[in-house]
């Protein structure tokens, strides 16, 4: 089984200005353009964005059914254009299923039992289909630490 936990910071065109994580990107987005997606945004971990966006004391957005599928998709495909060594492990998987194994939760996952939807799994298999949008692009260098360079994709 491979892992695909990471706490590496993504950007997605919607995320691009603030330089968020994945699940912060995505809580946020249960609450856009209101001050609740500020306060995840601002939260000073995952964890905390999570918790925020799990409260439904703070009302959806009206069209977030039909479109948390969408904005998932961009969340993880970013994060697997921007991490050659997590689109290697992917790839990897070759055309294994991929399961989200969790009791936690019985849409992106498996519901610990099998039952669930496995969106997540779902999802990762489908972007482990298409092509990587870096993969021609030469990195540059950005800033260097120590005897170590760090590189972006342009």
Same mark, same amino acid.
């Given at each position: ?5 990471t ?15 994945? =699940? ?7 609450? #856009?353009? @209101?001050e609740?997606? +500020? &306060? ?25 059914? =039909? ?7 961009? #969340?993880? @495909?970013?994060?697997? +254009? &921007? ?57 540059e260098?950005?800033r ?11």
């Amino acid at each position: 089984m491979v892992s695909f936990r990471t706490s590496r910071t993504f950007r997605s065109k919607s995320a691009e200005r603030f330089g968020l994580r994945q =699940s912060t990107f995505f809580q946020g987005q249960k609450f #856009a353009k @209101t001050e609740h997606e +500020d &306060q995840i945004r601002r939260a000073k971990s995952p964890m905390i964005a999570t918790r925020f966006g799990r409260d439904r004391e703070r009302p959806l957005r009206n069209d977030w059914e =039909s479109v948390k599928d969408s904005i998932m998709r961009e #969340a993880v @495909t970013a994060k697997f +254009d &921007q991490y050659p060594d997590l689109r290697v492990l992917l790839l990897e998987t070759g055309d294994r299923k991929i399961i989200e194994h969790t009791e936690n939760d019985s849409y992106w996952g498996d519901g610990g039992d099998g039952s669930g939807k496995n969106m997540m799994g779902i999802l990762l298999m489908e972007i482990r289909q298409k092509p990587n949008e870096n993969a021609n692009k030469t990195p540059e260098p950005t800033r260097g630490t120590g005897s170590f360079l760090l590189f972006q994709s342009r």
